[in-house]
Every structure is written in structure tokens, then in C-alpha cells.
């Protein structure tokens, strides 16, 4: 028998709503039922970011580091950084190099003497702000224009997951998470609703179930790799 040759199926909001609602125990019957199940599964993906790292969720980006600033700006969706480098000779291939800086507390940085000293920055503190955040390097950063840098800070991030739209658009999660998705809000939705709380257990291990197999495949399988610090080594420690 002929196969489809196509692997693209997604689903739209209303459809994961409809579905959802089915297995709940009735059918999505107005547009209220659409739009609690909106505000249940935002509810639901900010719970997921909650539980752990989404890989779809990871991006990467820069901030031109400038002379004597040492707080910068982060975009607003950011939910915290994975990773990052110091930068120096960007574009340029024999004098690119990515440099190791370290993240700290805040508690580490308030314990910084002088936190004007100018050099190339060797730590960075995350401030993981409600609405803005930001990164402030240590030693602050002794050459560089917006323009014209001469370091970079270059970052991984994770990234708030996109909020759910009004029908027509389809979730912004990888395809191997629809039906965790859509066991999870058919779960929400039944909590809410008195006439279907007997099925609530059911619903629950449905749910906890399809996460469960999703995000033991949404990670990293590369082998892990342990560094120890320069400064340890030979140091009898």
C-alpha cells in the first residue's frame, strides 16, 4: 500500500482544543470553551518551562560589549542563559577566539571590591528580572564601541515559550510534545469543569504519561565532558 510521503502534521489551536475537550468527556460546544482552553494550556507551557529545559526553546544571540558599561540588556523573553563566551576578533578568522567567563551570584559580585576596574571581562552575574533582564560583566569592559567591539558577549539562552493564539495558529512546540499537549489541557480543562471531575485521575496519568515520554527524548545526547579550572590543577586541592 502507498505511504503519504509527508511528515509535516501539526495542529492548530482549535483543533488541540477540540480534541482536548473530547477526551475530557464532551465537545468544545462554544467560544468560551475556546477560550478557557486558551488560558488553560498558556497556564500549561509556562508549567513546562517550570519542569525543566524545552530544547526547542533554545537560541543563541550577542551584545556588543562597550567601554566602561558594565549592565546590559537582555532580550525580554529570556528565560535564563545556558551558556556563554567572552568573544574577541569576531569575523576575522585567524583572530576569532571564544574565552571562558563564569557566572556568579549575586552575592559573589556584591563582594567585588572595585567594580569599576577595566579589563576583559572574566564574570558575569544573570539578572533574572521579571521584566527586563540582564547580564553585568566584571572587570568592566576596557575598549569597544556598540559599533565597534572588541569583545562580544556571546550567549545561549532559553527563550519563553510563544503564548497560544486565537485558533488559526499552531503551537510552538516540536511536534513529538502534540500529544502531551493535548492529554495535559484535555487534564486542565476537566479540573475546571465540575461534570467531568471523575475523570481527573485518568486524565492526570494521561498526561504525566505523554510528558514523561516526550521529555525523556527532548535532550541532549552528546557525551558529557568534564574540564577542571587551570587553577586547580597541580594545586594538591
Excluded: C
Excluded at 49 to 77: C, H, K
Excluded at 132 to 137: D, E, G, H, M, R
Excluded at 162 to 179: E, H, N, W, Y
Amino acid at each position: 500500500m502507498a505511504v503519504t510521503g509527508t511528515t509535516d502534521f501539526n495542529l492548530e489551536f482549535t483543533e488541540i482544543a477540540e480534541e482536548a475537550w473530547e477526551r475530557a468527556g464532551r465537545e468544545m460546544r462554544s467560544g468560551y470553551d475556546l477560550r478557557t482552553a486558551r488560558r488553560s494550556m498558556n497556564l500549561m507551557t509556562i508549567e513546562w518551562q517550570n519542569r525543566g529545559l524545552n530544547m526547542w526553546t533554545f537560541d543563541e544571540g550577542y551584545i556588543n560589549l562597550v567601554q566602561g558599561q558594565s549592565t546590559y540588556d537582555l532580550p525580554a523573553d529570556t528565560i535564563d542563559l545556558l551558556e556563554q563566551v567572552i568573544r574577541t576578533g569576531q569575523g576575522n578568522v585567524s583572530t576569532q577566539a571564544d574565552l571562558t567567563i563564569t557566572r556568579i551570584s549575586v552575592s559573589t559580585y556584591a563582594t567585588i571590591p572595585n567594580k569599576l576596574t577595566q579589563a576583559r571581562p572574566i564574570q558575569v552575574w544573570v539578572q533574572r528580572l521579571r521584566d527586563n533582564p540582564k547580564i553585568t560583566v566584571w572587570p568592566v569592559p576596557d575598549q569597544g564601541t556598540a559599533l565597534q567591539p572588541y569583545y562580544v558577549f556571546k550567549y545561549w539562552r532559553m527563550r519563553r515559550i510563544d503564548d497560544a493564539g486565537a485558533g488559526i495558529q499552531t503551537p510552538d512546540v516540536q511536534f513529538r510534545f502534540l500529544p502531551a499537549l493535548t492529554a495535559g489541557l484535555a487534564y486542565h480543562i476537566a479540573m475546571k469543569t465540575p461534570e467531568l471531575m471523575d475523570r481527573v485521575p485518568m486524565l492526570k496519568a494521561a498526561y504525566d504519561e505523554s510528558f514523561a515520554l516526550a521529555a525523556e527524548e527532548d535532550r541532549e545526547k552528546a557525551a558529557i565532558r568534564f574540564v577542571p579550572r587551570q587553577m586547580f590543577i597541580g594545586s594538591g586541592v
